[in-house]
């Protein structure tokens, strides 16, 4: 004949379940927060796509939230697994979650995502601004355009300052070209393209003399690592 638990029995297997449980309680909150952490990972991947929608058909997204996507490029404005908005970081191209302290200004624990491509050099042009047919240096109106791949927005300031001297690397060598933004009131050619005339004080042979920013500048430097740049050496293209 079979016996039913004793009360002892019943007390030892209930002490038991509940250490059990008491071990299991950091895994699950573990769990729930790496949850969290996805799915706002998610979202930030939704909101990119979004913004990247929005800019190719309207220009520069300019707001600081995402509220402006709601409707046509995003179904409503989604919140974080925290409870908080969603940022969108116009100035480095990011959206952002302020992570499970709910702050965005403590940044340890944010969640981000880029959702602008990496800044680059895409194209140089000489501009015989002067008609000469030559390539004229020093006081002469002739500029190289460049072209970049993005809004260069901490740069815009940096190159606010009117001389910026050995800004550029021709053929590899830093020192041999001396440059000048000639403005910073910059021609939008696109939605993210932006051109910059640089008057040029050194000789250059359009079609085989190549052009890069010099990131190694010590102000540029500090910048790089925010605007992801890619220094690459372009062409500068005959006009
Ligand atoms: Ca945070
Ligand atoms: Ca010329």
Redesign the pocket.
């Known amino acids: 004949m079979k016996k039913g638990f004793t009360l002892i029995e019943l007390l030892v297997v209930i002490t038991i379940l509940a250490v059990l449980a008491g071990a299991a309680i950091p895994y699950v909150q573990n769990y729930v927060e790496e949850s969290r952490i996805a799915k706002a990972k998610t979202d930030l991947e939704e909101i990119a796509r979004a913004l990247a929608v929005y800019e190719t058909r309207e220009g520069e997204y300019i707001k600081g939230t995402v509220e402006d996507l709601t409707g046509r490029y995003l179904n409503k404005a989604p919140i974080d697994p925290w409870g908080r908005p969603y940022l969108v970081a116009t100035d480095s191209g990011l959206v952002i979650s302020?992570?499970p302290?709910r702050?965005?200004a403590?940044?340890?624990?944010?969640i981000q995502g880029p959702y602008q491509p990496p800044l680059a050099l895409v194209s140089a042009k000489w501009v015989d601004r002067n008609q000469s047919g030559a390539v004229d240096t020093q006081n002469s109106s002739d500029t190289i355009q460049l072209t970049f791949s993005r809004k260069l927005s901490n740069l815009d300031a940096a190159l606010s300052v009117a001389a910026i001297n050995n800004y550029f690397v021709v053929n590899g060598t830093s020192t041999a070209f001396n440059g000048l933004f000639e403005d910073t009131s910059l021609k939008m050619v696109a939605s993210r393209t932006l051109v910059y005339n640089v008057l040029v004080n050194d000789a250059f042979v359009p079609g085989s003399d190549s052009i890069e920013i010099d990131y190694t500048h010590a102000t540029l430097a500090d910048m790089a690592g925010n605007l992801c740049i890619a220094s690459q050496p372009v062409v500068i293209l005959p006009q």
Request: proline letters at 0%; aromatic letters at 0%.
């Open positions: 302020g992570g302290d702050n965005t403590s940044t340890e624990d944010n």
